[in-house]
């Protein structure tokens, strides 16, 4: 999608190792987030950036952690990957300025599985 | 607790009908909102935004909102197989949210020819 990569699209990956999925931006924008989708629960909310240095989590943290040391990329790591850790990531960045919100525009998406 | 609730489907129309997406949503503070549409094994993508009362056409596409109901719509109008997706209703409640989005659980839609 124009504006926002995310690498790799596919990766199989062991139980128990760790893993790192990459978000890449050049819209400059300043929130950036991390979601799972799986069947029956929808997007869900792992990690939000809103700033170089700035993130916080989201209601599925557990097992997940992240780091923006610059506006362009925002990077999830499985720290120590499990078959739960089974689903389809998507980054999103937000253009939001405070005055109006204008959605997000997600990445293709990361399918990960964990054997 | 901030939810958004879309009716569950599958919704099923023949080729050329209407199809109506409803969504409600919790917070009476909602300021944005929005409809995303999923192919299978894509990505979401952004089709209507839509941030006060009243219709928004674009297209054979028209979102809906009410905010003292809290339920905001989206009709698609001479429905054809290619938007035969799954839609997803999304919520920013402003404020302190820093532009965060709440998501339904989509209803998947299937238009028959």
């Known amino acids: 999608d124009a504006g926002i990569t995310q690498s790799p699209r596919h990766k199989v990956t062991e139980t128990g190792t760790p893993v790192t999925l990459r978000c890449h931006q050049t819209e400059n924008h300043r929130y950036m987030y991390w979601y799972r989708q799986d069947p029956g629960h929808g997007l869900r909310l792992i990690h939000y950036?809103?700033?170089?240095?700035?993130?916080d989590k989201g209601e599925v943290s557990d097992g997940y952690s992240v780091s923006r040391s610059k506006t362009e990329d925002f990077l999830l790591t499985l720290e120590s990957a499990t078959s739960s850790q089974t689903s389809v990531y998507f980054c999103?960045?937000?253009?939001?300025?405070?005055?109006?919100?204008?959605?997000?525009?997600f990445g293709s998406g990361t399918r990960l599985t964990v054997v | 607790q901030k939810e958004v609730e879309q009716n569950s489907g599958p919704l099923s129309v023949p080729e050329g009908a209407i199809a109506s997406l409803n969504c409600t949503y919790s917070d009476r503070g909602s300021q944005s909102f929005f409809w995303y549409r999923q192919y299978s094994g894509k990505s979401p993508e952004l089709i209507m935004s839509i941030y006060s009362n009243g219709d928004k056409e674009d297209g054979r596409f028209t979102a809906q909102l009410n905010k003292a109901s809290q339920y905001v719509s989206l009709l698609i109008r001479d429905s054809q197989p290619s938007d035969s997706a799954t839609y997803l209703c999304?919520?920013?409640?402003?404020?302190?949210?820093?532009?965060?989005?709440?998501f339904g659980r989509g209803t998947q839609l299937t238009v028959w020819p």
């Open positions: 999103a960045i937000s253009a939001d300025s405070g005055l109006r919100n204008y959605g997000y525009t």
């Open positions: 999304a919520v920013n409640w402003g404020g302190s949210t820093l532009g965060r989005l709440y």
């Open positions: 950036s809103y700033g170089v240095k700035d993130t």
